[in-house]
Structure formats: C-alpha cells, structure tokens
C-alpha cells in the first residue's frame, strides 16, 4: 500500500489481527492480514474511481497483533488496547481480519472517544444473534454487541441477504428480502446517514458475490458487485470517516489469489475516504 515504516507517525494506521477462532463454516481469516498485504503489490497507489491516490498520504503499517486462538475475549481486549493507542496519537485505525469479531474491539476503543457516531455495516449476514454456539462474543453476534455500545439506530446496514429469522426481524430489516435490495439500496441507506455524521465502516468481504470474492469463510450468492461498491465509496469519500475494518478473507479457498486483490482494493478505496 505504500505504507511508512512501522514506528513512524501518520494520519492513519494499519494493524493485522490474525484471529478466527470463532470460525463457524469455513476457518482460515487468520490468514486474511499477510494476503492482502501481498495482493496489495499487484496495485497502483492511485485510485481510478476515486482520483486519489495514496502516495500523498501519510499513513504507517503498524504490523499484526499478536493473538493466540481459542476465546475472542483476550483478542478484543488486545484490539481495544491498540486502537486507543492509535487514537491518542491522533491517527485513524484501519484494521485488517482476521473474522468479524475484531470489530467489537475497535468499537469499544471509539467509544471512549466519540461522543457520538454511527456504524456502517457492509455484510452479507445480520450477525445479529444474541449468542451462537453458547457464545457471547462471535462472528455472529457481533453487531448485537455494537448495538449495545450504541444506540442500534445508529446501525446502518448494507448488501445484509442472510440470518435467523429471529435475527433479522430483531435488526429492523423487511422480510422477505426483495431481490433488488441488498439489506436496503445503496444510496437510500446513504441518504439516510446524516450528512455531518461521524462513521465508523465495518466491512464482511462476504458481501461480494462469491463470483467476486469466492475466498471467504461463509459465501452468500447475490452479493454486490464492484460498480455498486464504487457508487458507495464515492458518497462516502465525502464524508467523515473514523476509521474502518476488512474482516473475513480467508484466501486459501480461492487458488487464484483474486480474492486477496480485490481485498486490497478495497482496503485501498476505504483508505481514500478516511484520508480524504
């Protein structure tokens, strides 16, 4: 991506978290950090789409978190501990899966600091059970434990297609799922977020079709396509965004390696809107 040296202050900050221990299909997002770092080298710094580029950017690769597998309580601790890290030195966390559970982390670390912000959650699936398997802390209950660290209104969802009945009634998404909607449209859901709104950006890759990204843990089919992730982006460069995570890349599903590129494409474009 460019990145300076570990070490070296920026105005963003990379960091790993090799973690899946809750893996409940298909593990191997421990991996996910280390291959899009290597699919990056297949990229320009500069984004056609946006008509940025990363090479003005001042941003540092802080490395991976060094997580042990087994419960996700000590990870999300350790998460927590490095994202308020990042935030004292005045630097936008930018936080590479490993599965969805990091985020729960990395929220906990902005709400100490943010009075007041809203969460983007770009998904195939809710994730939105209370507990899955006796668990409290999983890939599929993640949003549940945001939405109590903030107000579920704040909660804004996009390409969900998949979850428990009890689940999705729970997050306020219209049943049946229409086939044109992907959790609700693109630019509707958008309008919807306050324009001077603070935005935190969570992001399952499983919400490309599997077409796209086959290399994750639970492919869901009808997912977004490029274009419609680009149309997205635009509206958010213009916003303020806190920070963001890729989670659930597990690259080893998908031979090609398009997977791991198309990861660090989109890691790229979201560094282009929280670096505006």
Same mark, same amino acid.
């Given at each position: 991506?460019?990145?300076?040296?570990?070490?070296?202050?920026?105005?963003?900050?990379?960091?790993?978290?090799?973690?899946?221990?809750t893996?409940?299909?298909?593990?191997?997002?421990?991996? $996910?950090?280390?291959?899009?770092?290597?699919? /990056?080298? /297949?990229?320009?710094?500069?984004?056609?789409?946006? %008509?940025?580029?990363?090479?003005?950017?001042?941003?540092?690769?802080? $490395? %991976?978190?060094?997580?042990?597998?087994?419960?996700?309580?000590?990870?999300?601790?350790?998460?927590?501990? &490095?994202?308020?890290?990042?935030?004292?030195?005045?630097?936008?966390?930018?936080?590479?899966?490993g599965?969805?559970?990091?985020?729960?982390?990395?929220?906990?670390?902005?709400?100490?600091?943010?009075?007041?912000?809203?969460?983007?959650?770009?998904?195939?699936?809710?994730? +939105?059970?209370?507990?899955y398997?006796?668990?409290?802390?999983?890939?599929?209950?993640?949003?549940?434990?945001?939405?109590?660290?903030?107000?579920?209104?704040?909660? +804004?969802?996009i390409?969900? &297609? /998949? $979850?428990?009945?009890?689940?999705?009634?729970?997050?306020?998404?219209?049943?049946?799922?229409?086939?044109?909607?992907r959790?609700?449209?693109?630019?509707?859901?958008?309008?919807?977020?306050?324009?001077?709104?603070?935005? +935190?950006?969570?992001?399952?890759?499983?919400?490309?079709?599997? /077409?796209?990204?086959?290399?994750?843990?639970?492919?869901?089919?009808?997912?977004?396509?490029?274009?419609?992730?680009i149309?997205?982006?635009?509206?958010?460069?213009?916003?303020?965004?806190?920070?963001?995570?890729?989670?659930?890349?597990?690259?080893?599903y998908?031979?090609?390696?398009?997977?791991?590129?198309?990861?660090a494409?989109?890691?790229?474009?979201?560094?282009?809107?929280?670096?505006?």
């Open positions: 991506m460019g990145a300076a040296p570990h070490g070296e202050r920026g105005e963003a900050a990379l960091i790993g978290v090799p973690f899946d221990g893996a409940s299909f298909r593990p191997g997002a421990r991996f $996910g950090p280390g291959a899009i770092r290597e699919g /990056s080298h /297949s990229l320009e710094t500069y984004s056609p789409f946006l %008509d940025r580029d990363l090479a003005n950017r001042d941003f540092i690769d802080a $490395g %991976d978190l060094e997580v042990a597998p087994g419960r996700p309580e000590k990870m999300i601790d350790l998460v927590s501990q &490095r994202v308020k890290s990042i935030l004292a030195q005045d630097m936008k966390p930018i936080v590479m899966g599965e969805h559970t990091i985020t729960i982390g990395v929220v906990s670390a902005l709400v100490e600091k943010f009075d007041r912000f809203s969460v983007l959650q770009i998904d195939a699936h809710t994730d +939105y059970r209370d507990e398997l006796g668990e409290k802390y999983s890939h599929a209950t993640v949003m549940r434990r945001i939405g109590e660290m903030i107000p579920p209104e704040r909660i +804004y969802r390409g969900i &297609r /998949s $979850g428990s009945r009890e689940e999705l009634i729970d997050a306020g998404i219209d049943l049946p799922i229409g086939a044109e909607a959790g609700k449209d693109v630019e509707r859901v958008i309008n919807s977020i306050p324009e001077d709104a603070e935005l +935190y950006i969570t992001l399952d890759l499983d919400v490309f079709d599997p /077409s796209l990204v086959p290399g994750v843990g639970n492919p869901e089919p009808n997912g977004l396509t490029w274009r419609e992730f149309q997205l982006m635009r509206v958010i460069s213009y916003r303020n965004v806190l920070g963001c995570d890729v989670t659930e890349l597990a690259p080893q998908d031979t090609t390696g398009v997977s791991a590129i198309v990861a494409s989109v890691v790229r474009e979201l560094m282009l809107c929280i670096m505006p």
